[in-house]
């Protein structure tokens, strides 16, 4: 579904931000993505759907390296989610936020009206569609946004610390929502609990490097190498 294949990155000022990172993927995984800020984990993620573009390397999609040939198939394919849901709502109301892509993708109104409500339901949003996203609580904004993606119909959803900010409740509704999302989905994260409850897989990046990656129970059970790696359960 999903493949990393020695991909490399440096920002314009010469920063190494991803050395040599080697991913798979398979359809309906689901990845914790976790390491120490500037780790590179949001850096990996932005180029899952081509918004950033290796230095050396490859990403691909269907074993179809991105391209600016498929590009629009891809950003499709890998329904990318920002960890501030105001980078991702825009429109007046939150229907209209939810059927940009559909819109984009020449689909006809009754079926744009179709995928809008069968997203916003899958996120527990439905009733919403004509109130103003700015209006919204966080958690209500995320879920939005998430809808966003989904309305694409995805087969992968990169989320970037999806639980930040959010109240006991709302995460609560965030982790039961991303448990029962039937997508392959990579998520970058520093919420451990979360990563117990919802990702059997984790990656641990380090100075854009993967330290591990397997099972993790195994990582969670280890206090030595959460130590290792800065992470907290």
Known sequence: MLELIDLHYSYPDGTSALRGVCLQIAAGEKVALVGLNGAGKSTLLLHLNGIFRPRSGEVRIDAQPISDANIRHVRAQVGMVFQDPDDQL????VFEDVAFGPLHMGLAEADVRE?????LDQVGMSGFEARMP?????????????ATVLSMSPSILALDEPSAGLDPRARRGLIDLLRHLPQAMIVSTHDMRMVAE???R???LEQG???FDGPSA??????AMLLRYGLEL
């Open 202 to 204: 984790t990656v641990v």
């Open 198 to 200: 919802v990702f059997p």
């Open 90 to 93: 825009f429109s007046p109301t």
């Open 209 to 211: 490097q993967v330290a």
């Open 218 to 223: 195994t990582l969670l059970a280890d206090e």
């Open 115 to 119: 995928r809008v409500a069968l997203a």
């Open 134 to 146: 700015h209006h919204l609580s966080l958690g209500q904004r995320k879920r939005v946004a998430i």
